[in-house]
Nanobody
Framework: QVQLAESGGGLVQPGGSLRLSCAAS????????MSWYRQAPGKERELVAA????????NYADSVKGRFTISRDNAKNTVYLQMNSLKPEDTAVYYC??????????WGQGTQVTVSS
């Protein structure tokens, strides 16, 4: 069974940093690209960042380019999102997801990120 467990969220002041983690299990993690999404209250879920299976290629939403960095450790079946220079508009629940037509239906519980002074 596919399981995705996000962690690392919290309350941070504008300009601060957080590092999110997503521990994955139940599928061959190293075979698949992984993504981070976020959903703010009253808004649709949006793609934040993606990383290829081997980690050599990454993509970012324009709103987070230069501030967020996605990475992965295939030995630990974990994908990370380093978030720097956080803004209030980054406040959302953050989720990881598998870039696969078979596994993309699985979502974890998400981790809340709140950026506020």
């Amino acid at each position: 069974q596919v399981q995705l467990a996000e962690s690392g969220g919290g309350l941070v002041q504008p300009g601060g940093s957080l590092r999110l983690s997503c521990a994955a299990s139940g599928f061959p993690f190293s075979w698949y690209a992984m993504s981070w999404y976020r959903q703010a209250p009253g808004k649709e879920r949006e793609l934040v960042a993606a990383i290829a299976s081997a980690g050599y290629s990454t993509n970012y939403a324009d709103s987070v380019k230069g501030r967020f960095t996605i990475s992965r450790d295939n030995a630990k079946n974990t994908v990370y999102l380093q978030m720097n220079s956080l803004k209030p508009e980054d406040t959302a629940v953050y989720y990881c997801n598998v870039d696969s037509s078979v596994f993309r239906k699985y979502w974890g519980q998400g981790t809340q990120v709140t950026v506020s002074s």
